[in-house]
């Protein structure tokens, strides 16, 4: 992945991207395998070492990934898996033998890694929180357009970071757009995630649930209106019991300073806003501290190219919400994260460049 660059009189440069030592990973909890995946992968690619540490709520799935690195022949001490809470993560952040540190999580949490880091001068990506906008334009095929809405709120019960969970529908097609959407949650199945025509499984954890049914309850009270569900489901079969099973929220009356709308829920609550032109949506789309994703839906290439010019996100959807081709480099804008993960963009998070100037001819010197 190096360079060449020629020089006059035969001379020449090039570079070497080099490892950049001992990497500390953190992962969440919302995709653990996958999180271990692509932040080991690169790392070990490019000759590093790495330290990782998965999510106290998912501690099982990287050490499955390190029994499978192992079965392959990754030799001993290359990927390493440590568990904990917080004090552990903070520990290999500020480890002097660290050289670079990878997270994804809370913007709270990448605060304090950053903050540890700056004191090692060590290399550092976040992927952070996200409140990400999709809007749908009034010339977009509205069942795609429900469908990406859906894709971009309901997946994995709302947890994930991407998600567009500011959805801006032009006020045109707002009617027919709620009813094929209500029509279309209701359907979805709540309950064993092993079943295959299960559609919503549990929220993470009682903490976790409670969060998202106190950000229903703050919208209400700030003049949101619930038009399906956002409310706990209790299944029949006792072995389900100890799950916390929530009904997917859709939200309406929505406006730009609820609370709902400009904080990360981190669950399955779609907030609804309506709009009247580009401008006015391309200003309220980025009038949040976070740029982490975004999505357009409309029939109109040339409008769909300029709009996404414009969206302040590391990471836009046209005609489709959620999908993750690992060819495609991923992160956000502000305070959704620093640098990529995926494609070719990881490799420069993962190594660090050595330049080479080569001298073909004597050395000339004045003195």
């Known amino acids: 992945m190096g360079t060449h660059l020629q020089l006059p009189n035969g001379n020449f440069a090039y570079t070497r991207r080099?490892?950049?030592?001992?990497?500390?990973?953190?992962?969440?909890?919302?995709?653990?395998?996958?999180?271990?995946?692509?932040?080991?992968?690169?790392?070990?690619?490019?000759?590093?070492?790495?330290?990782f540490k998965p999510s106290p709520l998912t501690p099982l799935t990287a050490v499955m990934l390190a029994e499978v690195y192992s079965q392959v022949g990754l030799p001993d001490g290359v990927f390493n898996v440590i568990q904990g809470q917080g004090q552990?993560?903070?520990?290999?952040?500020?480890?002097?033998?660290?050289?670079?540190?990878?997270?994804?999580?809370?913007?709270?949490?990448?605060?304090?890694?950053?903050?540890?880091?700056?004191?090692?001068?060590?290399?550092?990506?976040?992927?952070?929180?996200?409140?990400?906008?999709?809007?749908?334009?009034?010339?977009c095929d509205l069942d795609n357009a429900v469908k990406g809405a859906m894709m971009a709120n309901f997946m994995t019960q709302g947890q994930v970071c991407s998600n567009g969970t500011r959805v801006f529908v032009h006020k045109s097609i707002l009617e027919p757009f709620l009813a094929k959407l209500v029509e279309r949650t209701k359907k979805m199945k709540i309950g064993d995630p092993f079943a295959e025509d299960t559609m919503v499984g549990a929220t993470i954890s009682k903490e976790q649930a409670e969060k998202v049914l106190r950000y229903v309850d703050i919208a209400k009270k700030e003049g949101a209106r619930v038009l399906f569900g956002g409310e706990r489901v209790t299944l029949s079969d006792p072995k389900f019991s100890g799950g916390h099973y929530l009904s997917p929220c859709i939200l309406t009356q929505c406006h730009d300073d609820m609370t709902v709308v400009k904080e990360e829920?981190?669950?399955?609550?779609?907030?609804?806003?309506?709009?009247?032109?580009?401008?006015?949506?391309?200003?309220?789309?980025?009038?949040?501290?976070?740029?982490l994703a975004g999505g357009v839906f409309t029939n109109d290439l040339a409008r769909a190219h300029r709009v996404v010019a414009q969206m302040e996100?590391?990471?836009?959807?046209?005609?489709?919400?959620?999908?993750?081709?690992?060819?495609?480099?991923?992160?956000?804008?502000?305070?959704?994260?620093?640098?990529?993960?995926n494609a070719r963009e990881s490799i420069d998070h993962y190594t660090q460049v050595k330049s080479v100037y080569v001298e073909t001819n004597d050395v000339d010197c004045p003195y």
């Open 18 to 51: 080099e490892p950049v030592g001992v990497v500390g990973g953190i992962g969440a909890w919302n995709y653990p395998y996958q999180m271990a995946s692509w932040k080991t992968s690169p790392a070990i690619a490019c000759g590093n070492t790495i330290v």
């Open 88 to 139: 552990t993560g903070s520990l290999l952040s500020s480890h002097p033998e660290v050289d670079k540190m990878t997270f994804t999580g809370s913007v709270s949490t990448g605060q304090k890694i950053m903050t540890a880091c700056a004191k090692g001068i060590k290399h550092i990506t976040l992927e952070l929180g996200g409140k990400s906008p999709l809007i749908l334009f009034a010339d």
């Open 265 to 291: 829920v981190f669950g399955s609550v779609m907030s609804v806003l309506t709009f009247s032109d580009e401008d006015e949506v391309i200003r309220r789309a980025n009038d949040s501290v976070f740029g």
């Open 313 to 341: 996100a590391g990471s836009i959807y046209i005609n489709n919400y959620n999908v993750y081709p690992v060819g495609v480099p991923f992160g956000g804008y502000k305070m959704s994260g620093l640098g990529r993960e």
